[in-house]
């Protein structure tokens, strides 16, 4: 990494958290001086509620940033988690995180509230399906690209991310 005074200061911005996995942004956020930007309902840890220990600045929904030229607008996605957040940049690549996984959506993180967080992701994938059709979706957990487009074409109608991953170029 290039001494703190060579880098122009950036927000850090994570589009969800969970449990089984670290993020490392709030150590990346402190070693670029940046800020950590984070959607507060995943602050809060769903198992035992509490709260986070860690500064960070509310990342919500339809925020919009400017990186450089780039123009960033972050999407409240919730369902895989609730805080879950998707970066659409310059109107046109949606980076859909964990909502999109390469092959199928995710699912709600955890066992005890799928039934009740899979409305959320149900409705957060109509609205990604509601984007522009020019709209070049980025799903998570890329796999090979014939594997990608085999698996999408093979997919069902009824699986609501085919249609968006067969729209993925490889």
Same mark, same amino acid.
């Given at each position: ?84 957040? !998707?970066?659409? %940049?310059?109107?046109?690549? /949606? +980076? @859909?995180?964990?909502?999109?996984? *390469?092959?199928?959506?995710? &699912? =709600? ?24 059709? !020019?709209?070049? %979706?980025?799903?998570?957990? /890329? +796999? @090979?690209?014939?594997?990608?487009? *085999?698996?999408?074409?093979? &997919? =069902? ?14």
């Amino acid at each position: 990494m290039p001494p703190r005074e060579a880098c122009e200061s950036r927000p850090l911005l994570d589009t969800h958290l969970q449990a089984d996995h670290l993020s490392g942004g709030v150590a990346l956020s402190k070693a670029a001086g940046a800020d950590y930007w984070l959607h507060p309902y995943d602050s809060i840890h769903p198992d035992d509620l509490l709260p986070a220990t860690f500064p960070f600045r509310y990342l919500q929904g339809d925020m919009s940033f400017t990186l450089g030229e780039v123009r960033v607008r972050m999407l409240h996605l919730p369902g895989h988690t609730l805080g879950m957040t !998707n970066p659409l %940049v310059d109107g046109r690549y /949606l +980076v @859909t995180g964990d909502t999109l996984l *390469s092959a199928r959506s995710a &699912a =709600p993180t955890w066992v005890a509230v799928q039934k009740t967080w899979a409305p959320l992701l149900y409705h957060s994938l109509q609205r990604v399906l509601a984007l522009p059709e !020019n709209t070049i %979706v980025l799903p998570a957990h /890329l +796999v @090979t690209c014939t594997r990608r487009m *085999s698996r999408a074409a093979t &997919a =069902p109608p009824s699986v609501p991310c085919a249609a968006a991953t067969r729209a993925c170029s490889c």
